[in-house]
């Protein structure tokens, strides 16, 4: 992976299985694919994400296949029994504090005090967190990164990240554990000059158009979800009718199919209330 692109696409629960299979002598890479049940692009990105943020080792990068062993980071999670325990969240608190776009992104939120607040809670917004990394990292940031962000920073223990709905963004719902955390980096660092961002190509790509507020008329979607590179053409009030009518005229029955394969518990249970919703 490029030092000009932030990692994507991986989850830290993938990380932490592939820790627990490696020791300290290397391996190929493809060994591993079919040791959990993450797939082989869930772990290959997870390798990349481990290596990026110190939890893992490559040996012979330039290899198709590269072998892989444990970094520094890492062998907290080989020997943790769970991603919750403490000594895995210390793990990925350090790798936030050591992987400089991570740390510069949440050490301007904290600076700037750039949280929201409801009914007791409060949280950073993806987008807000999408524009404070931006100002320190050049090349242009996609939300599928910051998403990944929100995920290392939950299982690092700062929060919970919550996937947008019903008008509210995705975002990091922080805890007691952030504000320390944050405390620490506001002393300890400081923030660099702000970086000039990168021109990209007007040209649309699926791969980095991805919603942050999800409609309530439809199952949750997931920032890891590619979307349609397909522009929308909205329907007529009167074609809208007329399908209606024929649809209603021919007793058809819809049928929705949704991948779960990678969705939380959490994401699946929201799903099902939106589909039950709907057929109300």
């Not at 993450?38 to 939890?55: E, P, S």
């Not at 940031?141 to 963004?169: D, F, K, S």
Request: overall charge negative.
């Amino acid at each position: 992976m490029s030092a000009d692109t932030l990692p994507s696409r991986a989850k830290p629960e993938a990380l932490y299985e592939t820790c627990r299979l490696l020791g300290d002598e290397p391996v190929e890479r493809s060994e591993l694919y079919d040791q959990t049940e993450f797939d082989r692009r869930q772990i290959a990105a997870a390798c990349d994400y481990g290596k990026l943020l110190g939890f893992l080792e490559y040996v012979d990068e330039s290899q198709q296949s590269p072998r892989v062993k444990l970094g520094n980071l890492g062998h907290a999670l080989r020997y943790a029994d769970s991603i919750e325990e403490s000594g895995v969240q210390n793990a990925f608190k350090r790798a936030i504090e050591t992987y400089p776009p991570y740390r510069n992104g949440l050490l301007s939120i904290a600076e700037e005090e750039k949280f929201e607040e409801s009914d007791g809670e409060r949280w950073i917004t993806i987008d807000d967190l999408s524009d404070a990394v931006s100002t320190y990292f050049a090349p242009p940031v996609q939300n599928r990164e910051i998403n990944l962000l929100l995920r290392t920073a939950e299982a690092a223990g700062l929060g919970t990240r919550t996937v947008g709905r019903r008008g509210y963004p995705t975002r990091l719902v922080i805890n007691s554990e952030f504000d320390t955390f944050a405390s620490s980096l506001v002393e300890t660092y400081e923030l660099p000059e702000p970086t000039e961002s990168i021109e990209e190509p007007s040209e649309h790509d699926s791969d980095t158009e991805e919603p942050t507020v999800e409609s309530t008329e439809g199952p949750a979607q997931d920032e890891d979800e590619e979307s349609d590179d397909e522009p929308v053409t909205e329907p007529s009030q009167n074609e809208t009718a007329s399908l209606l009518a024929k649809l209603r005229s021919e007793n058809v029955t819809l049928e929705v199919a949704v991948d779960i394969s990678e969705k939380t518990d959490q994401e699946i249970l929201s799903i099902i209330d939106e589909i039950q919703h709907i057929a109300d």
